[in-house]
């Protein structure tokens, strides 16, 4: 009954999950009311907890929300869930330290139209969210009233089924080991009349522990199927945002493809207009061809003189006509022409534009590296690095492009030997053992001494073991001295 009276409500933000901010319940309904606002969360729409909280500063019941805000970061005025209702009403959770909660999240409601406006818990355990819940709750940095009284020891009967971990560290396993659980079980077995020297169990007892189990089985199983609903409920979600996302490229590939279209439909039918317009040109010059040729033939029959003059300036006005046919359409040619190495002429310049600028960039950008290098060489920096063989390398800074550009090299010449033989002095280094080859594309393998110095390590001598070392002259000579 103390507890009780120390009853109180509280609202906790997550982002990414994460608790990013906490209020009571009155300040969460001075929101709602939208007498305050919320500029941190202004234009997203966040996961929040309505938790019920006792006089001990334990959770006994939690509704995980979603609440959107608009860009002034006032409170969704369309958004209306009962938290009270489907506090009270909320299914079994897991035990956050005053035994099992209610809990109501959307694999989990018991209105199922408000399901869409809640979340499922993550019971990972890397980031739970009933562990960030109960720590929040315990730090109780809103201050809550609490009765100041120690936790009651938790004292579970047998008969009770014993609520899954959800995810969350076992307390009770934690504070006893797995032996203290059957010394206590037997103790109550004791206790609820079972004689030590009865080698069996009454049936009420087997009873008890049968309907124990089934209980724990039950629960075990209603964990899974919250926790396959969540699954399931994430996997709808994002497959959700896959096909908007496939929608909208598809929307913008069939806009690009229309646009395209029409732009073909525009270009074939100014093609078309053009050679309409051609034809009828020329079926215009045959025309005035045929009725010129008949005023020939009337000419010749009337006189051979009048005939030849206009014949004459028959050809005159058809070739002049030819002419200024001719002469439009080149200027037309010579006009698509200028266009077009026009435009080739911009392109050509802003191709030699951005190719300026990028060495401009690159010049600015190595000229900038230089003098800040240079600036540190002045203060006393030097540039050290390490390569086996070659220790501890002090790099000058009219060095450093060639060391940039090659460090290998760079060590192998500090070591006096050449590339590739500080190369496979290198392979040696790290690895020790015999290249001997061996029948299909084998090595030996074996493991050897390593030689530390590169300039000390010979090919084929000292990446051997004693099995496949070249024989030298003196090793077949034998000694017949007496």
Not at 25 to 44: H, P
Not at 230 to 250: G, M
Request: hydrophobic fraction near 35%; charge should be negative; glycine fraction near 4%.
């Amino acid at each position: 009954m103390r507890d009780a009276a120390y009853s109180s409500e509280a609202i906790v933000f997550f982002e990414d999950g994460v608790v990013s901010k906490e209020m009571t319940y009155s300040e969460f309904e001075a929101i709602l009311d939208g007498v305050v606002g919320m500029d941190d969360f202004a234009g997203d729409t966040l996961k929040a907890a309505f938790v019920v909280v006792n006089g001990r500063l334990k959770v006994t019941a939690a509704v995980l929300f979603r609440i959107g805000f608009d860009r002034q970061g006032y409170a969704d005025r369309s958004w209306n869930l009962p938290l009270r209702h489907l506090a009270d009403t909320g299914g079994s959770g897991p035990d956050l330290g005053a035994g099992a909660i209610k809990l109501a999240c959307k694999s989990q409601c018991s209105v199922s139209w408000h399901s869409s406006s809640l979340w499922d818990p993550d019971m990972s355990p890397k980031s739970n969210t009933f562990v960030r819940l109960r720590d929040a709750i315990a730090e109780n940095r809103m201050c809550l009233p609490s009765s100041g009284e120690p936790d009651p020891p938790l004292i579970q009967p047998q008969s009770q089924s014993v609520p899954p971990n959800w995810g969350m560290p076992n307390q009770q396993q934690r504070a006893a080991p797995p032996q203290q659980d059957w010394r206590r079980n037997d103790e109550a077995l004791i206790n609820a009349g079972w004689d030590s020297d009865d080698p069996g169990l009454t049936e009420s007892q087997l009873a008890a522990l049968e309907s124990e189990h089934r209980n724990k089985i039950a629960a075990l199983i209603k964990q899974q199927r919250l926790h396959i609903q969540t699954q399931k409920n994430e996997a709808q979600q994002e497959l959700q945002k896959t096909r908007q996302s496939l929608e909208k490229e598809l929307e913008l590939a069939r806009q690009e493809v229309h646009r395209l279209r029409s732009e073909h439909e525009s270009l074939h039918a100014q093609n078309i207009a053009l050679r309409e317009q051609n034809e009828a040109q020329r079926k215009q010059m045959e025309s005035m061809k045929r009725s010129r040729d008949l005023e020939l033939k009337n000419a010749q029959q009337s006189e051979k003189a009048e005939v030849a003059a206009l014949r004459k300036q028959y050809e005159e006005v058809l070739q002049q006509r030819i002419q200024e046919e001719t002469a439009k359409l080149k200027e037309d040619i010579e006009l698509r022409n200028m266009e077009l190495m026009y435009r080739h002429d911009v392109a050509k310049q802003l191709r030699e534009e951005l190719t300026q600028l990028r060495k401009d960039k690159i010049r600015l950008v190595h000229e900038g590296g230089d003098k800040f290098l240079e600036r540190l060489e002045a203060l006393g920096v030097s540039f050290i690095a390490f390569h086996p063989g070659a220790g501890h390398v002090s790099i000058l800074l009219s060095d450093m492009p060639s060391y940039m550009e090659n460090p290998i090299a760079y060590a192998a010449d500090k070591c006096l030997v050449s590339e590739e033989h500080y190369r496979k002095w290198l392979n040696h280094y790290q690895k020790p053992e015999c290249q001997a080859p061996l029948t299909n594309d084998k090595t030996c393998s074996c493991r050897i001494s390593r030689v530390d110095v590169p300039s000390q390590f010979l090919v084929g001598q000292s990446d051997r073991c004693d099995k496949h070392k070249p024989r030298t002259l003196g090793d077949n000579v034998v000694n017949l001295r007496v």
